[in-house]
């Protein structure tokens, strides 16, 4: 007690310095306490999530008085040589005001009210919600609008009716464009949702206003918008590349190749189909590609003779479903209709078929391509197994094609062609991470 007076502990805390040195010496055992005990005692406390960060740093303040002051005659030796300010400072919580979480932390009434309201149901929302889902739908297919904008598109504007019952009062709301205003700066100040997020809810309902409501001009008025971020993509190095394809079996591995060897994303590499593979020509036509532009990527010869195996493996797969009178695959557009055995076709088979028939509304057994959700799932654990810390996904193959092809001396138009971008600005992101280190400057420090 006369340590910890001298050193200024209020008188209130002391009993639980008291107890933390107890609590270490106990913990010691009939020996006492070494400097590999009291190392031991503190990392305990550490990953002890029971115990806050405050109560860490003051056990180790206690211990360290204990040892160090207290029983310096005794212990002292080997105690002085602990890094005790070290501990104490990786320990230390950001307080609520520290810019890292007041974000989050510290909200105002109006927020915290708007997002009460926001949790509870409507009594008549459902009714709003489908009819909205319906008009949306409608206008989409009716504009021929690319399957996942018209589901994006449904599920804001469903979001946004939900919003205009629980927050702005009922159905009345639905149709003031200043509600959208309102709900816009929900989702940038009270849900925090990224700049692109924002902007999707913004373009699906000037879709719900204009062509759901017949409004020629809108004005949704003044909102909060999402600070805009740039965020530089992920990018493999050519080690790694090749570490996560080694933990990837076939034909996981070999669809990942396609996206590294030639830009594909993951849906146009889950989509090919077996007319899509030139080998005279060394190219792949891709045709059901983001926004319906067609384009044409490198075949890589170092695959050829895997993607003819795989063709083949097909093509036994589609034998079978032949035999059995089943298996037709689900074709763009109206083709089905205009071309009749195009479903049951050879050349309009997948490159990478499922294992299971899916049978379809109609009651017809269909063979789709593999699940794009399950190469992801695959690609994760590959990229785990693989040692690699970064956050990479299938995606980063087509990251790491770009920026490995500018590194070599591509010129960066015929990287934008390779990748489909309408806009070379989209493709000079990647001048950001080519060459060693940041933009390829070699470090001071080096």
Not at 253 to 263: I, T
Not at 321 to 326: K, M, S, Y
């Amino acid at each position: 007690m006369r340590v910890l007076s001298e050193e200024g502990i209020p008188e209130v805390q002391r009993p639980y310095f008291v107890r933390w040195v107890e609590r270490m010496f106990h913990e010691a055992g009939p020996g006492g306490p070494d400097r590999e005990k009291v190392e031991e005692f503190v990392h305990r406390l550490i990953g002890d999530e029971r115990v806050s960060g405050w109560q860490v740093r003051q056990a180790i303040e206690a211990c360290r008085l204990a040892l160090c002051r207290a029983g310096r005659a005794r212990w002292g030796e080997w105690a002085r040589r602990i890094d005790w300010a070290g501990w104490s400072e990786r320990v230390r919580t950001l307080e609520r005001e520290h810019p890292t979480r007041m974000r989050s932390e510290i909200r105002c009434e109006e927020w915290r009210v708007m997002e009460e309201a926001w949790r509870k149901p409507h009594p008549g929302e459902e009714r709003g919600v489908a009819w909205t889902a319906r008009l949306v739908r409608d206008r989409a297919r009716a504009l021929e609008y690319a399957l996942r904008t018209e589901s994006g598109y449904v599920s804001w504007a469903t979001r946004y009716v939900r919003f205009a019952y629980r927050v702005l009062g009922g159905p009345e709301a639905v149709r003031k464009p200043e509600s959208v205003g309102r709900y816009l700066h929900f989702l940038a100040v009270v849900r925090d949702v990224s700049p692109g997020t924002q902007k999707q809810a913004l373009n699906a309902l000037s879709f719900l206003f204009k062509r759901g409501f017949g409004k020629e001009t809108v004005d949704f008025g003044e909102f909060g918008r999402a600070r805009e971020r740039r965020h530089l993509p992920v990018v493999l190095s050519k080690p790694e590349v090749e570490r996560v394809l080694k933990e990837l079996p076939d034909p996981w591995r070999l669809a990942a190749e396609l996206m590294y060897g030639s830009g594909l994303r993951i849906s146009e590499c889950m989509r090919l189909r077996i007319k899509d593979l030139d080998f005279d020509r060394q190219q792949i036509v891709l045709r059901e590609t983001k926004g319906g532009k067609e384009r044409v990527v490198p075949l890589p010869r170092a695959l050829e003779e895997r993607l003819r195996q795989a063709v083949e493996e097909a093509g036994r797969v589609h034998a079978g479903d032949a035999a059995r009178g089943e298996g037709r695959v689900t074709l763009p557009r109206a083709l089905e209709r205009k071309y009749r055995g195009a479903a049951t076709s050879f050349p309009w088979f997948w490159v990478f078929p499922a294992a299971k028939l899916v049978r379809d509304e109609r009651g017809e057994w269909r063979r789709h391509h593999l699940h794009e959700g399950s190469m992801q799932k695959v690609f994760k654990e590959a990229v785990g197994r693989a040692g690699i810390t970064k956050r990479a996904t299938c995606h980063s193959m087509r990251h790491s094609f770009a920026t490995h092809l500018l590194e070599r001396g591509t010129d960066i138009r015929s990287v934008q062609e390779l990748l489909g971008h309408s806009d070379v600005s989209t493709t000079m992101i990647y001048l950001h991470v080519t060459g060693n280190g940041g933009m390829g400057v070699r470090s001071p420090l080096d």
